[in-house]
Structure formats: C-alpha cells, structure tokens
C-alpha cells in the first residue's frame, strides 16, 4: 500500500503561482512513477503530469504544457507540481497518483490522494 497526501491547494489570483506536494508513505516511493490529474465539478478526471520513477523522465498534458513542473524528491517521498501563470480553467480538485506503471492514463495508477482544491480567480 502507498498512502498520499495532497498540500498547497487554495486561492489564487489568474497570473499567479502555486506549488502543490504530494507526501507519500508505505511501500517504496522510488519504485513508482506518479501523477498529478485534476477534476472539475461534472467533468473528467484530466492528466496533467507525470513523471518517471527515476524522475529522468516528465511528461504532460497539452492544456498546461509550458505552464506547470511535475519534480520529485525521493529522499523526501514527495512529489510536486509548480504551477505558473494560472488560469481561471486550471480551477479544479488536484490528485496525485503512483503507479508502477504509470503514464497518463488514469487507469495505470494503483493509489490515489485525497485531492487538494485549487480556485483561480479571475
């Protein structure tokens, strides 16, 4: 079992940054790629990043691309998201997921946060 626990949610002004961590506990961080997807009310689960195990590898979602920095810590068991120049549409419920074989696919990803809100004001 992984535990995850989302942090750093809030408000913020459109233009404005964020960084969210992830806190991971149980079996071994290293082993397992992780993910940031969001949710807003009444719509999908969205990718947003993912980065490799190893943290050699990212990779991201069209709609924050050149915006948000997956980066990991694996001395820390944490894993962040930076998020730069918000977007009123970036408003949603924030998850960070591990999977061994996780990729952008909500489905390769064996364990889940809670979520952390993020509101961006416009």
């Known amino acids: 079992q992984v535990q995850l626990v989302e942090s750093g949610g809030g408000l913020v002004q459109a233009g404005g940054s964020l960084r969210l961590s992830c806190a991971a506990s149980?079996?071994?961080?290293?082993?397992?790629?992780m993910g940031w997807f969001r949710q807003a009310p009444g719509k999908e689960r969205e990718f947003v990043a993912q980065?490799?195990?190893?943290?050699?590898?990212?990779y991201y979602g069209d709609s924050v691309k050149g915006r948000f920095t997956i980066s990991r810590d694996n001395s820390k068991n944490t894993v962040y998201l930076q998020m730069n120049s918000l977007k009123p549409e970036d408003t949603s419920i924030y998850f960070c997921?591990?999977?061994?074989?996780?990729?952008?696919?909500?489905?390769?990803?064996?364990?889940w946060g809670q979520g952390t809100q993020l509101t961006v004001s416009s």
């Open positions: 997921a591990a999977g061994l074989r996780g990729n952008n696919l909500a489905r390769r990803y064996d364990y």
């Open positions: 149980g079996r071994t961080f290293s082993d397992y790629n």
């Open positions: 980065i490799s195990w190893s943290g050699h590898s990212t």
